[in-house]
């Protein structure tokens, strides 16, 4: 191909490209190029799509029907929720097929054997009364949340957000005691009918503080109750999604290998039926989400990829894999006993763990059936259909709820009790650094965490990145890519943003329930999504992908595809706004944070993480009657479905030929 000098490159005429060029864009783009001197490529520039910058905020413990349940979509589009399923009607009331999502006690008393989906059951005849747990009972400059003046929140928090989001951080708080049934619910509080529930219709609102459910790996999967024998063409993997309260009252959020207190009730894990409470956009909840969700795009089939909590999923946006004990120098171990998960019953309880919880049990070898917990949901896996891969090593102790990454902020080993040792598993971080792309991890607090501040509102179990020692052991590595919030909003404004940005808030705006808000969380992505649409060659070229870790235990209504050992879980929400993503559009396509993952690498063309990284599994294939279930599962979408890519039809035929090859249209 002969090439000329950059001083002549220029287009030939559009009259005799018109004359000369195929039809096809694709065809033109070619003939176009090959005629012209081409700089050098920048990798991270050099796309399958017109992004060339993907924004990921991950905020907390939200499931889909809880945010989005009573969502009405735009004209020509459908959605999944609690309102078109008839469970809900529309101003939050129970509706004609409320008993879909009924919920069930259970017993579970055999010490020798997990429960993941018991057989004896029965409904309730109304939900065990919601609990206030460790919601703030008062505002506090000193101990917040809420801070008591608008001074110490924007000395907080005053460049996280906008002026008018500040004050939300000075209301809410309950105004009674901590641990006790919430009677913010008034006279519903012990009749709550046994299904989902408005949380803001009755006593507390959408700018309250609200109690957090159980959101622990075996206890999830005891919520969601899968059994192929409850198979239905709508719902082939059988998860019935009937146990979230009695799981909530029956262990919680674990023993600790602790014994079951004396006078054990339904509030002694003080939570009750939190898990079924949801929020109503058709009354004024979620207003900001709402209105992006009308403009741009959500999925109603997008999933935490771990049953369980914060730290295994967040580790999933980085790795599309679960990490592993290790004896600290990147082999395979055993982990001390205490930390070995047995979700069986104590002698003389039902449902009270042997060995679990947030000073407990974390790890399991799902390679080993006969581990505590592990051959339920193995023999699960087995009798479907499909028989997906545990994807379990041999000798392999996985890590399955929080525990602290191996490294401190300043590259040093963590060496505090319940911490995962130094990990060696490879992350997308490693693909883009080979591949020269550039990237960064923005936490809010980094600064403060990194001095080792007690006060730091960063989330360590957040971020997929310090766990491993391939990054946190270089010091320049951590130095350009692990950075403060503060840095995302210059590098937004000087346009030096980098091609991909994950973004987590701190512990005060992450939305996660009785430590923040959900509105708090839409005030933390609307300064971003403000900031990035007021610099036009940024937005234009940008896709902002919002969503939730995980669903922090709240019921959801949606399918569930079991991809391996790990998940994945309940639905959680997934807005995506991008100038390639408006109309309102509701995406169908099966997807979990590892789509985040597939959707980099096939923008950049990138391969999978490594050979049984979950990024290796199939698009999926959707059957024109139900597009919710893949029919070649395991499947996991990359999200491009989300998008339209295709020309810009202008009015000017012209116009579609120089928009196809770069040129700007008459």
Same mark, same amino acid.
């Given at each position: ?12 005429? %559009? ?14 783009? $070619? #003939? ?23 924004? @990921? ?128 619910? *008034? ?51 059988? $998860? ?33 039926? +939190? ?30 990829? %771990? ?9 999933? @946006? ?30 003389? /309880? ?15 070898? $799902? #390679? ?43 590259? /040093? ?17 490693? +693909? ?26 960063? $989330? ?64 933390? %992505? ?5 900031? %990035? ?8 070229? +940008?896709?902002?992908? @919002?969503? +939730?870790?995980?669903? *922090? ?43 985040? &993952? ?22 999926? &294939? ?25 020309? &810009? ?18």
């Amino acid at each position: 191909m002969s090439q000329i000098s950059t001083s002549r490159r220029k287009f030939p005429p %559009v009259p005799a490209l018109l004359a000369t060029v195929s039809l096809a864009a694709a065809a033109l783009y $070619c #003939s176009a190029a090959d005629s012209q001197v081409q700089p050098a490529a920048n990798p991270s520039s050099s796309t399958t799509t017109p992004i060339k910058h993907v924004i @990921i905020i991950v905020g907390e413990n939200r499931t889909f029907d809880h945010v989005f349940g009573t969502y009405q979509p735009e004209p020509g589009e459908t959605v999944s929720n609690l309102l078109s399923k008839g469970i809900i009607r529309a101003n939050g009331a129970p509706g004609p097929n409320f008993a879909l999502a009924a919920q069930f006690m259970a017993t579970a008393t055999d010490p020798a054997q997990f429960a993941a989906s018991p057989v004896s059951k029965q409904p309730y005849s109304v939900l065990p009364a919601p609990n206030t747990g460790f919601t703030p009972s008062v505002a506090s400059d000193t101990n917040p949340p809420p801070f008591a003046t608008l001074a110490a929140a924007k000395a907080a928090e005053g460049n996280a957000l906008e002026p008018n989001d500040l004050i939300h951080l000075t209301t809410g708080a309950s105004g009674i005691a901590q641990e006790i049934p919430d009677t913010r619910f *008034g006279s519903n509080l012990f009749n709550l009918p046994n299904g989902p529930y408005q949380i803001s219709r009755v006593g507390p609102n959408y700018d309250q503080y609200m109690n957090s459910p159980v959101h622990r790996f075996y206890q999830n999967w005891q919520q969601s109750d899968c059994n192929a024998a409850h198979a239905t063409h709508d719902n082939p993997s059988g $998860c019935k999604m009937d146990l979230f309260a009695w799981v909530e009252v029956s262990i919680g959020a674990g023993s600790n290998g602790k014994a079951q207190p004396a006078g054990f009730t339904d509030q002694s894990t003080n939570e009750g039926a +939190t898990a079924l409470g949801f929020y109503n956009v058709n009354t004024g909840d979620m207003p900001y989400f709402t209105q992006l969700a009308h403009q741009y795009t959500i999925s109603d089939n997008y999933h935490q990829p %771990v049953m369980g909590g914060t730290g295994a999923n967040s580790i999933m @946006i980085g790795t599309a894999d679960a990490l592993y004990y290790t004896d600290g120098n990147g082999h395979t171990a055993t982990p001390p006993t205490n930390q070995i998960e047995d979700p069986r019953p104590q002698k003389g /309880t039902n449902n009270w763990y042997a060995q679990d919880g947030y000073s407990g049990g974390t790890y399991s070898n $799902c #390679s080993d059936p006969t581990q505590p917990g592990v051959g339920a949901i193995r023999q699960y896996l087995n009798s479907l259909p499909y028989h997906p891969n545990a994807n379990c090593a041999p000798n392999t102790y996985y890590l399955l709820n929080n525990y602290n990454p191996g490294y401190n902020g300043d590259g /040093t080993v963590n060496t505090s009790t319940f911490t995962i040792p130094p990990s060696p598993v490879r992350t997308i971080a490693d +693909t883009l650094l080979q591949r020269n792309i550039s990237w960064k991890y923005y936490g809010e607090g980094w600064t403060t965490f990194v001095a080792n501040s007690p006060t730091s509102v960063y $989330c360590n179990i957040c971020n997929p990145f310090l766990y491993e020692t391939a990054i946190m052991t270089n010091s320049t590595l951590r130095a350009n890519h692990l950075q403060d919030t503060t840095n995302l909003y210059s590098d937004i404004e000087n346009g030096s943003l980098p091609a991909v940005s994950f973004v987590k808030p701190g512990g005060l705006l992450d939305g996660h329930p009785e430590s923040s808000k959900f509105g708090l969380y839409e005030g933390f %992505v609307r300064k971003i999504v403000d900031s %990035v649409q007021a610099n036009p060659a940024l937005w234009a070229s +940008t896709a902002i992908f @919002i969503t +939730t870790d995980e669903g *922090g235990g709240y019921y959801d209504s949606g399918y569930i595809q079991p991809v391996d050992f790990f998940g994945d879980g309940p639905r959680i929400p997934l807005i995506i706004v991008s100038p390639y993503s408006r109309g309102g559009h509701v995406d169908h396509q099966y997807s979990d944070h590892v789509s985040l &993952v597939k959707f980099i690498e096939r923008n950049w063309s990138l391969p999978p993480i490594t050979s049984r990284s979950r990024d290796n599994l199939p698009d999926p &294939v959707q059957h024109p009657s139900n597009p919710y279930v893949p029919t070649n599962a395991p499947a996991l979408g990359d999200l491009f479905d989300a998008f339209r890519f295709h020309p &810009v039809k202008h009015s000017d035929p012209d116009d579609d030929i120089r928009g196809a090859i770069g040129m700007p249209p008459f």
